[in-house]
C-alpha cells in the first residue's frame, strides 16, 4: 500500500481490535498527562510565549486545558511542550523516542481550527487520522535511527506523523502532501537527545518543535510552497520500514509508563516497586543503602539532587527515593516542592547507581535493572533482573490505566471532571463530532 493511500483510505473500524485498543488508551494517557502538567511551570511559560507571538488570525486554536484562543501553530508549541514537561507518555523501542506527545496535541488543534471554520471532524475520523499519525511517526522514527548516527529526539521524526495525521483531516492531494512531508523533513529540529539527558531543560524530547514542525510543513503546502523529498519515507535503504503498512502496526509496539520519569528509569522503579510489595518495612526512614545495576543509558541518569523538575524526572535516583519514601511517583513526587524534600533527598543520597555489563549488551533489545536495598536492621533485599512495567509484555491494565490517570489528573481537576475526560474518549468512536472531547480538553 502506498503511504497516500495509507493516509487517506484507513477506515478505523478496519484496524485490529488490539490496535484500535491501544491507540484509544494512548489518546487517553496523553491526555492525563496534559492534564497533570497544564499548570507546571514549562507549561505556563510556554503558554505566555504562545499567547505573546502566536494570535489567532484566520485560523485559530483554543489551548489545552485552557481555553485561550492561539494560532494552531501556538498551540502546537504549548501542547507538545505541556505533554513533555511531564515524562509519562507512552514510548517505541525501536524509534528510541515517542509520537503521542507530538501528534495529539497538534491534530486536536487542527481539529478545533476546523469546529471554529464550521467543519465538524466525526470521532471515528479524528480517531483515523490519530492511527494514520502515530502509526507513521513511529516509521519514521524507525527509519531515521536507521539512517542517522546519531541519537535524535522524538521532535526530529514525530513531525512527518503530524503531516501524515494532518493531511488526511484536510484532504491533501497526493503531491501537496509530498511536498509536506518533505517540508516537515527538510525544516524538523536535529534534536541531540543525550545533550539533554546530560543537561537536563525545559527542551525535553523537543515535542513542541515536532508539533510545529508538522502543522507548519501543512500550512506551507496548501499555500504553494515545494518542499524536497522525505527521504525517511522515500529512500530505497529504508523502505523496510514501511513496505508492511497497513498489515502490521508499530502501535502495538509502543510501551507505556506507569511514572513520569524517564523510560530507562523505569525498570528500577518496577523492581523497587515489587520488592515494597514483598516487604512492607520497605520505606524512607529504613534505608541504609541501595544498589542499582543498570544498562549504560540508565546510569547516566544519576540525578540525585535535581535543580528542577526537568532534573528530577530525567534522573534516576531521586524518583526512585521518592517512591521509597512516598509510596508513588506522581506530578507531586516529581515537581514544585517535592525537588527539595528533606526525606526524598536524604534517601537520595543513599542510592549508588552503577553500569552492568550484562545489561548494558541486552539495550536496546531489552530495557533492563536490578536493584538491592540493605536496610539499617541487616536486611539485604535482592531484586531479580527485571524489565519495566508497560512494555506490551509485561502490559499495564485498564484498571492500572485509570488509576495512573485518576493521579496524574486529580492534581489539577476534580472528579466530575476527569469522568467526563474518560467518557469523551470512551465514546469517541460511535460520536459523530469531536464537540464534547473538545469542550472537556480545550476548556479551562
Given amino acids: 500500500m502506498s503511504l497516500y493511500r495509507f493516509v487517506q483510505d484507513l477506515s478505523f473500524a478496519e484496524v485490529p481490535a488490539h490496535t484500535r485498543y491501544l491507540l484509544s488508551t494512548a489518546l487517553l494517557d496523553i491526555l492525563g498527562v496534559a492534564a497533570g502538567a497544564v499548570k507546571n511551570n514549562t507549561t505556563e511559560c510556554v503558554r505566555n510565549y504562545a499567547r505573546a507571538h502566536y494570535a489567532p488570525g484566520r485560523l485559530g486554536s483554543r489551548l489545552l486545558f485552557d481555553g485561550s484562543p492561539v494560532h494552531p501553530l501556538g498551540a502546537a508549541w504549548v501542547g507538545g511542550f505541556c505533554i513533555d514537561s511531564l515524562d509519562a507518555h507512552e514510548g517505541?523501542?525501536?524509534?528510541?523516542?515517542?509520537?503521542?506527545?507530538?501528534?495529539?496535541?497538534?491534530?486536536?488543534?487542527?481539529?478545533?481550527?476546523?469546529?471554529?471554520?464550521?467543519?465538524?471532524?466525526?470521532?471515528?475520523?479524528?480517531?483515523?487520522?490519530?492511527?494514520?499519525?502515530?502509526?507513521?511517526?513511529?516509521?519514521?522514527?524507525?527509519?531515521?535511527?536507521?539512517?542517522?548516527?546519531?541519537?535524535?529526539?522524538?521532535?526530529?521524526?514525530?513531525?512527518?506523523?503530524?503531516?501524515?495525521?494532518?493531511?488526511?483531516?484536510?484532504?491533501?492531494?497526493?503531491?501537496?502532501?509530498?511536498?509536506?512531508?518533505?517540508?516537515?523533513?527538510?525544516?524538523?529540529?536535529?534534536?541531540?537527545?543525550?545533550?539533554?539527558?546530560?543537561?537536563?531543560?525545559?527542551?525535553?524530547?523537543?515535542?513542541?518543535?515536532?508539533?510545529?514542525?508538522?502543522?507548519?510543513?501543512?500550512?506551507?503546502?496548501?499555500?504553494?510552497?515545494?518542499?524536497?523529498?522525505?527521504?525517511?519515507?522515500?529512500?530505497?535503504?529504508?523502505?523496510?520500514?514501511?513496505?508492511?503498512l497497513g498489515q502490521r502496526w508499530e502501535i502495538d509496539a509502543q510501551y507505556f509508563k506507569p511514572w513520569p520519569v524517564c523510560r530507562w528509569a523505569q525498570p528500577a522503579l518496577t523492581a523497587v516497586t515489587a520488592l515494597m510489595a514483598e516487604y512492607p518495612q520497605i520505606d524512607g526512614t529504613a534505608i541504609e543503602h541501595v544498589k542499582v545495576e543498570t544498562f549504560h543509558e540508565s546510569m547516566r541518569l544519576q540525578g540525585h539532587f535535581p535543580a528542577n523538575a526537568d532534573e528530577a524526572q530525567y534522573g534516576l535516583a531521586f524518583p526512585l527515593a521518592a517512591l521509597i519514601c512516598r509510596g508513588q511517583v506522581g506530578p507531586n513526587e516529581v515537581t514544585g516542592d517535592a525537588i527539595q524534600a528533606g526525606d526524598i533527598l536524604a534517601v537520595s543520597r543513599c542510592i549508588e547507581i552503577v553500569e552492568a555489563d550484562d545489561l548494558s549488551a541486552r539495550f536496546p533489545g531489552e530495557i533492563l535493572s536490578r536493584v538491592s536495598i540493605g536496610l539499617k536492621d541487616g536486611q539485604v533485599l535482592q531484586s531479580p533482573v527485571t524489565a519495566a512495567k508497560g512494555d506490551p509484555a509485561t502490559a499495564m491494565t485498564r484498571e492500572e490505566f485509570r488509576a495512573k490517570f485518576q493521579l496524574l489528573a486529580s492534581v489539577n481537576f476534580d472528579q466530575a471532571r476527569i469522568d467526563a475526560i474518560i467518557a469523551a474518549v470512551d465514546t469517541l468512536e460511535q460520536a459523530p463530532d469531536c464537540s464534547e472531547l473538545l469542550e472537556q480538553v480545550l476548556s479551562a
Fill in 92 to 244: 517505541h523501542f525501536t524509534s528510541k523516542g515517542h509520537a503521542g506527545a507530538t501528534v495529539v496535541p497538534a491534530l486536536l488543534a487542527l481539529v478545533d481550527a476546523c469546529r471554529a471554520q464550521g467543519r465538524d471532524i466525526s470521532g471515528p475520523e479524528f480517531l483515523a487520522a490519530l492511527t494514520v499519525a502515530y502509526e507513521t511517526a513511529l516509521r519514521a522514527g524507525v527509519a531515521l535511527m536507521d539512517t542517522a548516527p546519531e541519537y535524535h529526539a522524538s521532535g526530529a521524526f514525530s513531525g512527518l506523523g503530524v503531516v501524515c495525521g494532518g493531511a488526511r483531516l484536510l484532504g491533501l492531494d497526493e503531491d501537496t502532501f509530498l511536498h509536506a512531508l518533505g517540508i516537515a523533513e527538510y525544516f524538523g529540529p536535529r534534536c541531540p537527545m543525550m545533550r539533554l539527558v546530560d543537561f537536563p531543560s525545559m527542551l525535553r524530547d523537543a515535542h513542541g518543535a515536532g508539533a510545529y514542525a508538522g502543522l507548519n510543513a501543512l500550512l506551507m503546502a496548501q499555500a504553494g510552497v515545494t518542499g524536497a523529498p522525505a527521504e525517511t519515507a522515500t529512500m530505497e535503504r529504508v523502505q523496510h520500514c514501511w513496505q508492511d
